[in-house]
């Protein structure tokens, strides 16, 4: 190890009421806090980087040992790495790669969206559009999820809402506007950035249903894979729209059903629509993060990796 390239704390704490002239009259609370590190390892002129953290309600359910142990191992196994031979193969996504992709599959659900013909799901409801073991939940009454609430930005109480269940698209995520337009009822998805901005339409506690293996079960599943840590350019790469989706990515070989070298300047290209269908595996480990959503590990059996 070289140092440490940041370690930080924060919490938050939101309480926040709404009340219009329909008698609504709804007031909803949440604390959160959260620490966090970039470790650096390094040999010779090779040096890498690793974040860890840990989240949770109050102060004491923060794990710091586990923040600054996650940073560390990622970084360190990530020394050596070198660029691969382009090839297709099954891609293992770590539980924080999943939550950003769920963030933007869950934005393309979103009513706002899909009126707009912005979202590659539009006309699509009925349709199998991922495999048959994909559920995908938006439940804000969940206690564990760090976005909970049991009312939406317009007043309306929140609950479950699948959004794909069993591979099949229910719907969309829908504010009273979008839910209006679309002759659907609101899901109690309506968000906002602060009470001076109109609702748009958002997720609060998006995950999908957990499978029953661990993630070492999953590895050991896939004896040829890559295992991907960490990605860049996710927004830039991908479009919401057409469901193209071309990432920089860093990671590691999996060999034998184990993490084996490091692997570093990889793309990982597919389409969203593909990758929903071609989910193989979801794992037990879901993880409840900032932002909304839930990460875990993925199994996606086919994609392609652009290297050498």
């Known amino acids: ?18 009340a219009n002239s329909l008698g609504v009259s709804a007031t909803t609370r949440r604390t959160m806090c959260s620490c966090s590190a970039f470790a650096m390892a390094g040999d010779g002129d090779d040096t890498q980087t690793g974040y860890g953290f840990s989240s949770g309600r109050a102060f ?7 923040a600054a142990t996650d940073a560390a191992t990622r ?29 933007i599959i869950g934005a393309a659900l979103g009513g706002e969206a899909v009126l707009k013909n912005r979202s590659m799901f539009v006309g699509r409801e009925g349709e199998q559009v991922a495999a048959p073991g994909v559920t995908l939940r938006e439940d804000p009454t969940l206690p564990a999820a760090l976005g909970a609430s049991n009312h939406d930005a317009e007043g309306v109480p929140t609950r479950p809402v699948d959004l794909i269940a069993a591979g099949r698209l229910l719907g969309y995520l829908q504010n009273a506007y979008t839910g209006r337009r679309s002759g659907a009822a609101t899901t109690g998805s309506a968000v906002r950035g602060g009470f001076k901005s109109t609702p748009g339409v958002g997720a609060r506690a998006l995950y999908l249903e957990p499978g029953p293996r661990a993630p070492e079960e999953i590895l050991a599943s ?4 890559l295992y991907v840590q960490a990605v860049s350019g996710l927004h830039s790469g991908t479009n919401p729209v057409s469901g193209d989706f071309s990432v920089g990515a860093e990671g590691l070989m999996v060999r034998d059903g184990e993490l084996a070298e ?22 037990s480990d879901l993880t409840w993060l900032p932002g909304g959503g839930a990460g875990m590990t993925l199994l996606v059996t086919d994609m392609t990796m652009s290297g050498e």
């Open 1 to 18: 190890m070289r140092g440490v390239e940041y370690a930080g704390y924060g919490d938050t704490a939101v309480e926040s009421a709404v």
């Open 60 to 66: 004491d359910e923060l794990d710091a040992t586990r």
């Open 75 to 103: 970084s360190v196994r990530l020394l050596g790495a070198t660029k691969p031979r382009t090839q297709r193969l099954p891609v293992v996504l770590d539980p924080l790669v999943t939550r950003s992709l769920l963030a």
């Open 222 to 225: 896939a004896p040829g894979a």
């Open 262 to 283: 490091p692997v570093r300047e990889i793309t990982i290209a597919s389409t969203l629509q593909r990758i929903l269908l071609d989910v193989g595996d979801i794992g």
